[in-house]
């Protein structure tokens, strides 16, 4: 039986969690003041994953290597509803897996997901931003142009 992929939102806010920075990520939980009480159904855990590539970004698959990365699972108890939430983060970071899948629960619920989105998401969505518009810049102002000059025919 084949898993069915989580919606689109979902998937973009995993991503945003996972990929945000740690200090700011948990500057922005704790500005969320109290949250539900949750508990681990898998507490962090560092482990290895396959990276795959393809050749020219569309040809055959291969294994690229491995990578670490650490993965947590918690279930957040709010309103008698029982959420579950994923984060896996790349690297060595226990502290960052824990707060991504507190706020993907978070953001599963209907009193929550607004507060989330607006405090959490938003911010480092807008810093995830403005450090591409910076690394863009700074690429930009390294960039050659190149050009032929002919020199007649002959």
């Known amino acids: ?3 069915s992929a989580p919606p689109p939102a979902r998937q973009a806010w995993i991503a945003t969690l996972a990929k945000a920075p740690l200090d700011l990520l948990e500057q922005q939980v704790n500005s969320l003041g109290n949250l539900p009480d949750y508990r681990f159904l ?3 855990e560092i482990g290895l994953a396959m990276v795959r590539g393809r050749t020219g970004g569309t040809g055959s698959p291969f294994n690229l290597g ?3 990365l650490t993965r947590c699972v918690v279930q957040l108890a709010a309103d008698n509803t029982l959420l ?3 984060g896996y983060v790349a690297g060595r970071s226990p502290r960052h897996a824990e707060l991504a899948a507190v706020c993907d629960a978070l953001l599963q619920h209907p009193d929550w997901q607004t507060p989330v989105q607006r405090q959490i998401l938003h911010p480092l969505e807008q810093a995830a931003q403005q450090k591409r518009a910076t690394e863009a810049a700074q690429a ?3 960039r050659v142009n190149f050009f032929t000059l002919v020199r007649g025919e002959g």
């Open 1 to 3: 039986m084949m898993k």
């Open 84 to 86: 579950t939430g994923f």
């Open 140 to 142: 930009e102002s390294t």
């Open 42 to 44: 898998r507490s962090p």
């Open 66 to 68: 491995e990578m670490t």
